[in-house]
Each structure stands twice: as C-alpha cells, then as structure tokens.
C-alpha cells in the first residue's frame, strides 16, 4: 500500500499534464469545432426561451412528470410532432473562461486523487511500471470517459460527439497512466 502523501508529485502533474491535453485537443487539434451548430431559426428560439426566463436548469422537451403522462394521447403527439430535446440553460452574461479553467482544473485533481488512492491501495511500492500504468490508466479512463455513454443514451447526446468525449477519456487516462508510471515510489 502507497499513502496519498507519497503520491501528491503524480497526482498534482497529472492534474498539469491533463490539462495541456485538452488545451492541445480543443485549441489546436479542434476535433470537437463540429460537435455543436447554429440552429437555423436561433434568434426566434432564444426569443421563445428568453420570453419564458427559464432559471439556469436542465429541461426536457417536451417535459411529463410522470410515466402516465408519458403514455398520453397529448405527449405522444408532442412527442411525434417535435422536437424532443434536452435543453440546459446557463446564466445569462459575458462568458468567462477563467473560472471555467478552474473548475476542469479542480476535477482533475479529483480524478487524480482518486486514481492515486484506488492505485495506492492495490499496488505496493516498487510495483513495475506497466503494472501501474494498467491500474492508474483503467481507472483515470473510466472517471474521464463512462459518463459520456449513458449522456447519449438516455439525454440524446448524439453518438458521434459521445464518441470523441470518449476518446478524450481515454487520452486523458492514458496520460494519467504515464504519470503515475513514471513517479509511482520506488
């Protein structure tokens, strides 16, 4: 068993070293510059939304607070007609990256918190470098990429956007992996 004290160097770098991918993934590769479009009537949906000041919440269109309501002549004709959507709703105001920056910073540690503990509690030190890398790596995959599955199965998240999410995941896990590799106590 490692502490978490002896493992605060791989945890805190590959908190860095995630957040340089991303940087590279969304600013330089821009795989994701597709993953959202304009609707082609924006102006009149944002009157719509904005005439209703919905609060900053997710919403589901069109909304049945119940399973009876679901199966109601109604609702299945909202639901044929359209369009069903999920709609989450942010503040309103200028966008400012610095606390969004910080916010991904601090779930990166957490994730790296929680691989280093999982990690720390089933390899020793001195365990080789591969086999560390298997562990961390698994585990770092499966914090930065499960969500994004049931995102599109059950909220619509079209596939092709879950998919690249998915990917990030796993080069998020595997430079994670690297890093604990790499620093894991001798």
């Known amino acids: 068993m490692v502490t978490l004290?002896?493992?605060?160097?791989?945890?805190l770098l590959s908190a860095v070293f995630v957040f340089i991918a991303s940087t590279i993934i969304h600013m330089a590769l821009r795989y994701h510059a597709s993953d959202y479009v304009r609707l082609p009537n924006e102006d009149a949906v944002r009157a719509a939304i904005r005439a209703g000041d919905p609060p900053p919440r997710q919403y589901i269109i069109p909304y049945?607070?119940?399973m009876k309501e679901m199966e109601s002549p109604e609702m299945k004709q909202k639901l044929v007609?359209?369009?069903?959507?999920?709609l989450n709703v942010k503040r309103s105001g200028t966008f400012a990256m610095g606390p969004i920056f910080v916010q991904w910073f601090v779930y990166l540690l957490v994730v790296s918190f929680i691989v280093a503990y999982a990690a720390g509690r089933a390899l020793p030190a001195g365990t080789p470098y591969l086999?560390?890398?298997?562990?961390a790596g698994t585990i770092a995959f499966l914090a930065y990429a499960a969500g994004n599955v049931p995102a599109a199965i059950w909220m619509g998240k079209p596939w092709p956007v879950a998919s690249k999410?998915?990917?990030d995941?796993?080069?998020y896990g595997l430079v994670t992996a690297g890093t604990f590799g790499w620093l894991w106590p001798r």
């Open 5 to 11: 004290g002896a493992l605060w160097l791989p945890i």
């Open 64 to 66: 049945g607070s119940s």
């Open 81 to 86: 007609e359209g369009p069903v959507a999920v």
């Open 131 to 135: 086999h560390v890398f298997q562990v």
């Open 165 to 167: 999410e998915v990917l």
């Open 169 to 171: 995941g796993l080069i």
